[in-house]
């Protein structure tokens, strides 16, 4: 086990660091817009459906511990936008999964599923506060949608953060494209998820969507 471990750490800033080799010696293409959802390649449609700085309730209110502690927390919304096609989501695809986060001084973090310690010490009695929260899908049905919330604690953070990039696929492991939810100014967003909560209008939101994809430099032909 101890081999294993050692192997997965050491990769994988390997390959972050290809990536970023490539990312300088060649040219990005980078497109941005306004808006809170990726139809990606697998056909299905990936959504900040909100987020802030708050509690989650996770026990009807006025129950012990029924607001969890502190938090940065993201919802998000999976559809399978296939017309004909039952599939499994390529991205965000496990709730035991982390998706990364980097502010905007370069710092990485890891938005994560809630534990035990955030919803007062046992799940006796607890939901997420989303529809389906403790449903873990496999493959979906044409249409079919799913929840999902995770979070940061907010002593996670550093100071001064200003933005923070939400990456459905990075760079890391030679992909030639990334895709990242970019929020302006994250933590000034103060609001609790509470249970049917309506999900605001994508335009409350300050996010951006963005793409970045490498493309081979251009081989000067010589003379």
């Not at 390959?15 to 941005?32: D, M, P, V």
């Not at 996770?58 to 129950?63: D, E, H, Q, S, Y």
């Not at 938090?71 to 296939?82: C, D, E, G, L, T």
């Not at 895709?179 to 609001?191: E, M, N, S, T």
Request: with cysteine; hydrophobic share 35%.
């Amino acid at each position: 086990m101890r081999r294993r471990t050692f192997s997965l750490v050491f990769v994988v800033p390997v390959l972050i660091g290809c990536a970023a080799l490539a990312r300088g010696q060649g040219n990005t293409r980078i497109q941005e817009e306004v808006g809170n959802s990726f139809l990606m390649d697998d056909n299905f449609e990936y959504s900040v459906a909100d987020y802030g700085v708050g509690r989650f309730q996770v026990r009807p209110a006025g129950k012990e511990n029924s607001l969890s502690p502190q938090v940065f927390w993201v919802k998000f919304r999976i559809v399978n936008r296939a017309e004909h096609s039952i599939q499994r989501p390529r991205y965000v695809a496990s709730a035991f999964n982390p998706i990364r986060a980097t502010d905007n001084w370069g710092n990485n973090y890891w938005l994560r599923r809630p534990e035990v310690s955030e919803v007062g010490g046992n799940w006796h009695g607890a939901t997420l506060p989303i529809p389906d929260a403790e449903e873990s899908k496999g493959a979906y049905k044409p249409g079919e949608l799913s929840w999902d919330l995770r979070i940061i604690h907010q002593k996670d953070f550093v100071e001064s953060i200003t933005e923070l990039r939400i990456y459905l696929v990075g760079h890391e492991y030679n992909n030639t494209k990334s895709c990242y939810f970019k929020i302006a100014q994250p933590l000034a967003r103060q609001r609790s998820l509470l249970r049917d909560q309506a999900d605001p209008e994508p335009s409350e939101l300050q996010i951006k969507l963005v793409t970045e994809t490498l493309q081979a430099p251009v081989t000067k032909r010589k003379h």
